[in-house]
């Protein structure tokens, strides 16, 4: 989708989905840009609007923003952020639509023109003005929204830790472009998985992957006999899916979308990217979904979806974990864990107490399934433990550090630093590390302490 036509941008679509490209490149700028530059004066923002306006009724965040819109190449942009901020989000936002579009196919949209982009410094705006505004009742990061009073994306920072806010931005911007050039045409159940694959390309230049949660939880339910065969997916209507969800206790459901969308953008194989990109090309244009996922693979009868099925188990039992995402999800477990201890007050003492803590709470973290996260859960065996090694693109294994296995421990506290929860340092094989950094998004003593992950 070309909206800017004075701008043309240009990407090679089919390694979107075979290599780290331009959306690793496009995401991780966007993810160094909120946590670091945003925050920072974000603090010193508020406090000067709380002591200028405390005595003035405010206007409302729609008022307000009326005065400063912005166009970029892809959205016309409302804020209250900082200018900086603004700025830098903008372009961040213009990469991830162009790279999407490029990605999935340049798809043909069926509304044309410029989308809004709404970004908020308060949840509290946010929920007020998608309810006074478009009469949606909103989540609490980014997201897509279509109403008989408009649609675009909504992003709100506030106490959200970056890597919730990268990815939730990039399936936000995904369901949009989808919508936008599919309707409601496409497979329900399919548009998760695209959405789940997309938001997990946001990693800073290590490439998307799956974890090992995910993928037991796949691998489970083929094992058990309940997943949703091929044709039945891609079959089921928004209705169905929706229900289905709801019943669905552990994920697998979300999971396997996420691994049939793995599977059909697979490089040098049947089932590979260039014959996805037709499918979604087809339903853009009005083909029916089940027809134009029929036409393009192939399936001509009930044998037909059989093999089809028996390619995606087969592909879904094989599939390897990245040890990267492994280890980047289980860090955000551990500081979904810290900050809900923190609200309880109840901050461990070391590692151990940690999990411990976790255990006897019965903890699972994201808290709520998130596009590109998969829970984890402080019950399972492996939640405690960095990665083990695992083979690399080339086959080969990292040598093991001698001296002590791979682990999580708490970082000592500097001195004079104030009281926060403390950082999780992760130790792998090859002696790398990365940890679990705070932050705050607002000045009030109050507000909760923010994650990151850094190396």
Same mark, same amino acid.
């Given at each position: 989708?070309?909206?800017?036509?004075?701008?043309?941008?240009?990407?090679?679509?089919?390694?979107?989905?075979?290599?780290?490209?331009?959306?690793?490149?496009?995401?991780?700028?966007?993810?160094?840009?909120?946590?670091?530059?945003?925050?920072?004066?974000?603090?010193?923002?508020?406090?000067?609007?709380?002591?200028s306006f405390a005595q003035v009724a405010r206007e409302s965040w729609w008022d307000r923003t009326?005065k400063t819109m912005f166009v970029a190449s892809s959205h016309r942009i409302r804020s209250d952020?900082?200018?900086?901020?603004?700025?830098?989000?903008?372009?961040?936002?213009?990469?991830?639509?162009?790279?999407?579009?490029?990605?999935?196919?340049?798809?043909r949209p069926r509304s044309r023109g410029l989308q809004q982009a709404l970004l908020f410094a308060?949840?509290?705006?946010?929920?007020?003005?998608?309810?006074?505004?478009?009469?949606?009742?909103?989540?609490?990061?980014?997201? =897509? +929204?279509? !109403?008989?009073? $408009?649609?675009?994306?909504?992003?709100?920072? %506030? /106490?959200?830790?970056?890597?919730?806010? *990268?990815?939730?931005?990039?399936?936000?911007?995904?369901?949009?472009?989808?919508?936008?050039?599919?309707?409601?045409?496409?497979?329900?159940?399919?548009?998760?998985?695209?959405?789940?694959?997309?938001?997990?390309?946001?990693?800073?230049?290590?490439?998307?992957?799956?974890?090992?949660?995910?993928?037991?939880?796949?691998?489970?339910?083929?094992?058990?006999?309940?997943?949703?065969?091929?044709?039945?997916?891609?079959?089921?209507?928004?209705?169905?899916?929706?229900?289905?969800?709801?019943?669905?206790?552990?994920?697998?459901?979300?999971?396997?979308?996420?691994?049939?969308?793995?599977?059909?953008?697979?490089?040098?194989?049947?089932?590979?990217?260039?014959?996805?990109?037709?499918?979604?090309?087809?339903?853009?244009?009005?083909?029916?979904?089940?027809? =134009? +996922?029929? !036409?393009?693979? $192939?399936?001509?009868?009930?044998?037909?979806? %059989? /093999?089809?099925?028996?390619?995606?188990? *087969?592909?879904?039992?094989?599939?390897?974990?990245?040890?990267?995402?492994?280890?980047?999800?289980?860090?955000?477990?551990?500081?979904?864990?810290?900050?809900?201890?923190?609200?309880?007050?109840?901050?461990?003492?070391?590692?151990?107490?940690?999990?411990?803590?976790?255990?006897?709470?019965?903890?699972?973290?994201?808290?709520?399934?998130?596009?590109?996260?998969?829970?984890?859960?402080?019950?399972?065996?492996?939640?405690?433990?960095?990665?083990?090694?695992?083979?690399?693109?080339?086959?080969?294994?990292?040598?093991?550090?001698?001296?002590?296995?791979?682990?999580?421990?708490?970082?000592?506290?500097?001195?004079?630093?104030?009281?926060?929860?403390?950082?999780?340092?992760?130790?792998?094989?090859?002696?790398?590390?990365?940890?679990?950094?705070?932050?705050?998004?607002?000045?009030?003593?109050?507000?909760?302490?923010?994650?990151?992950?850094?190396?």
């Amino acid at each position: 989708m070309q909206s800017n036509t004075n701008k043309p941008v240009t990407y090679n679509s089919f390694a979107f989905f075979e290599k780290k490209g331009h959306f690793a490149i496009s995401c991780a700028k966007l993810v160094d840009v909120l946590p670091k530059k945003y925050f920072l004066i974000l603090g010193v923002t508020v406090g000067i609007a709380t002591s200028s306006f405390a005595q003035v009724a405010r206007e409302s965040w729609w008022d307000r923003t009326s005065k400063t819109m912005f166009v970029a190449s892809s959205h016309r942009i409302r804020s209250d952020l900082p200018a900086k901020t603004n700025v830098s989000t903008a372009e961040g936002i213009d990469r991830l639509w162009f790279t999407i579009d490029a990605g999935l196919g340049q798809l043909r949209p069926r509304s044309r023109g410029l989308q809004q982009a709404l970004l908020f410094a308060s949840q509290e705006d946010l929920s007020e003005t998608m309810r006074s505004q478009f009469a949606v009742d909103a989540p609490s990061d980014a997201f =897509a +929204f279509f !109403s008989p009073l $408009g649609q675009g994306i909504a992003v709100c920072t %506030e /106490d959200v830790p970056a890597p919730f806010a *990268a990815r939730g931005l990039t399936a936000a911007i995904g369901a949009e472009y989808l919508r936008l050039s599919c309707g409601a045409d496409l497979a329900p159940a399919l548009q998760v998985g695209i959405l789940d694959f997309l938001a997990r390309r946001d990693s800073k230049g290590v490439g998307g992957g799956i974890g090992e949660a995910g993928i037991a939880v796949v691998r489970k339910s083929l094992t058990d006999a309940k997943s949703i065969s091929m044709l039945d997916f891609m079959s089921m209507t928004a209705q169905e899916w929706k229900q289905a969800v709801a019943q669905d206790s552990n994920g697998a459901l979300r999971e396997q979308s996420a691994s049939v969308v793995r599977f059909l953008t697979q490089s040098n194989t049947a089932a590979n990217a260039s014959i996805f990109q037709q499918y979604l090309r087809l339903v853009s244009e009005g083909m029916p979904n089940l027809s =134009a +996922f029929s !036409s393009v693979y $192939g399936l001509r009868d009930e044998r037909g979806w %059989e /093999d089809f099925d028996k390619q995606w188990k *087969a592909f879904a039992l094989k599939e390897k974990s990245s040890a990267n995402e492994t280890l980047h999800e289980r860090l955000a477990c551990l500081a979904e864990g810290l900050r809900q201890l923190d609200k309880e007050g109840a901050l461990p003492v070391d590692f151990a107490a940690l999990e411990v803590a976790l255990k006897d709470r019965n903890f699972v973290s994201p808290t709520q399934w998130r596009p590109g996260f998969s829970q984890i859960q402080a019950s399972e065996p492996n939640t405690f433990t960095p990665t083990q090694p695992y083979e690399n693109a080339s086959g080969a294994k990292p040598l093991p550090n001698r001296s002590k296995p791979p682990r999580f421990e708490f970082e000592e506290p500097k001195k004079g630093e104030e009281k926060q929860p403390p950082s999780v340092l992760a130790i792998d094989v090859s002696n790398n590390r990365s940890k679990v950094v705070w932050f705050k998004t607002r000045p009030e003593p109050e507000a909760p302490w923010v994650w990151d992950i850094s190396r």
